[in-house]
């Protein structure tokens, strides 16, 4: 299948060009001026438009057992939300139940995929900790093809796990060269917190946010800076919400440390006034951890992003129904957890951060898809339109206009947490591996059409960093002998 994109203005990470794009068996084969098509190619005419890498969205939870029931869309549905956004790939969580074998996870969590249109990989998470998972995370690493372990400060009683266990995961993670993610929220003050508030009567989704303030994501976030410090390993924070969390990681990074900080959308644009509507469904729909937070917080998100102290734009796509979330009425800490947006990423950045100057397109680029290509060690494969690589684009029309609603939207749920939000700039087509999957509105791929996405670990950054620890450990002091 040979495809050209004529006439487009082609943006990477670290450069700008009038190029067209040519693409055969999947990779792109050449970029430059005035390429000819080959007999039979298909043309696009990209004339007055972008042509930008695929999105990458590195934290999705596609049918995803949590809180006593699974998030509605699974990787058919959020696969296909993910391509009609102009995202051409999605990273999962694996997620072993308690005392769960890690293969057992990985084993049901591809079956899941099976039904992807577009491509996936999957995040690996530490839920309990003995020397079955010790030994399984080394499988994981070279079997498997995952480079991630993801950890959870908060959900006490559930995914949560402790300092010890921390400690322990992420020397394991610095010994395979695999990056440790963490959700940091101090588990153990939320569920106090919880406790304090429904106590006093207040049971509402107010109480969710009340019971996880910035404070408590600051101190998570600081903890697990130190104690990735301590084992040697590189840190990767989720869902970077808050000013608190944010200079928590722009401090480790001013003092040299390998940290990586993730904000939401979600939080990049939506606030916790939110939680004060009068109805019920409006407010418990937008129930997530961490909560949309005071506009304030905004703020240091996008100058993170902007000065380059947070690196990567992602949606936590987590979806449930309102019925699903009408197993909280009464008690706010039954609501499930999470808001869905893989449609809506890219749009709604594209809105709020190149049409306001906030980001330059190169730095959308950076942010939807390169930054999280380089972290996760497959880049140059995805994340840029180069030579060599997987020829997932989209062609992107900064005029195009829509305005967000759940009529429209591919996702199952029957909301969107952005409704009514006015986009300009537009995927018009969506390429994944060389195939047209949207146009017009209209998704073409059909489930099992997403490939799962194996990544190597990163034994450079972990060569680096035993190095520089080794050379900068404390050392014992050679004494004179003691004479009686
Ligand atoms: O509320 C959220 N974010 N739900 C998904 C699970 C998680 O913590 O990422
Ligand atoms: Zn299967
Ligand atoms: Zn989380
Ligand atoms: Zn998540």
């Known amino acids: 299948m040979t495809l050209l994109i004529r006439g487009g203005t082609v943006v990477n990470h670290d450069h700008t060009r009038r190029a067209d794009v040519l693409i055969e068996g999947g990779t792109i084969v050449a970029v430059g001026a005035k390429l000819d098509a080959p007999a039979g190619a298909e043309v696009i005419d990209a004339g007055g438009a972008y042509v930008l890498p695929g999105g990458i969205d590195p934290h999705t939870h596609l049918d995803m057992p949590f809180m006593g029931t699974y998030s509605a869309d699974d990787f058919e549905s959020g696969t296909t939300a993910a391509v009609a956004g102009g995202t051409t790939m999605v990273v999962d969580f694996c997620l072993p139940g308690p005392g769960q074998s890690l293969l057992a996870a990985y084993q049901e969590w591809r079956h899941k995929g099976e039904k992807a249109v577009a491509d996936y990989s999957l995040h690996m998470a530490i839920t309990w900790w003995d020397k079955q998972v010790f030994d ?112 928590a990681i722009a401090r480790a990074r001013a003092a040299g440390k390998r940290v990586f900080g993730e904000p939401l959308i979600q939080h990049l644009v939506l606030d916790d006034r939110e939680y004060q509507s009068k109805d019920w469904d409006y407010a418990a729909r937008r129930v997530m951890s961490p909560p949309f937070r005071d506009r304030s917080h905004q703020a240091s998100l996008w100058a993170g ?19 699903q979330k009408r197993f909280g009425l009464g008690d706010f800490r039954k609501i499930p957890n999470g808001t869905g947006g893989l449609e809506d990423r890219l749009p709604v950045l594209w809105d709020a951060g190149v049409n306001t100057g906030r980001l330059t397109p190169e730095e959308f680029v950076a942010v939807t898809s390169t930054n999280i290509a380089r972290i996760l060690n497959i880049y140059p494969r995805k994340g840029a339109v180069a030579v060599g690589s997987d020829a997932d684009l989209v062609v992107w029309d900064p005029e195009a206009t829509k305005t967000v609603s759940a009529k429209t939207q591919k996702s199952r749920i029957d909301y969107n947490v ?64 003691v004479t009686p």
């Open 305 to 323: 992003l902007q000065s380059g102290s947070l690196q990567v734009v992602a949606t936590d796509h987590c979806a449930f129904t309102t019925d």
């Open 418 to 481: 952005f409704e009514g939000y006015r986009c300009r700039g537009l995927p018009a087509v969506t390429i994944s591996r060389g195939r047209v999957v949207y146009r017009d509105g209209a998704v073409s791929a059909k489930p099992g059409d997403g490939q799962y996405v194996e990544r190597p670990a990163f034994p450079a950054v972990h060569v680096a960093n035993a190095t520089w620890k080794d050379l900068t450990r404390p050392r014992g002091v050679e004494r004179l002998e």
């Open 136 to 247: 399984e995370m080394e499988t994981v690493v070279k079997t498997y093809g995952i480079n991630t372990f993801k950890h959870f400060l908060a959900y006490k009683g559930a995914l949560m796990v402790n300092d010890d266990e921390l400690f322990h995961s992420f020397s394991r993670c610095a010994g395979l060269g695999a990056l440790p993610l963490v959700h940091a929220e101090n588990g153990d003050i939320v569920f106090r917190l919880q406790q304090h508030y429904f106590d006093l009567g207040v049971t509402g989704p107010e109480g969710h946010s009340y019971s996880r303030p910035p404070e408590v994501e600051g101190e998570a976030t600081n903890r697990a800076i130190m104690i990735a410090d301590m084992a040697g390993s590189p840190l990767y924070v989720v869902h970077t919400s808050c000013r608190e969390s944010h200079e």
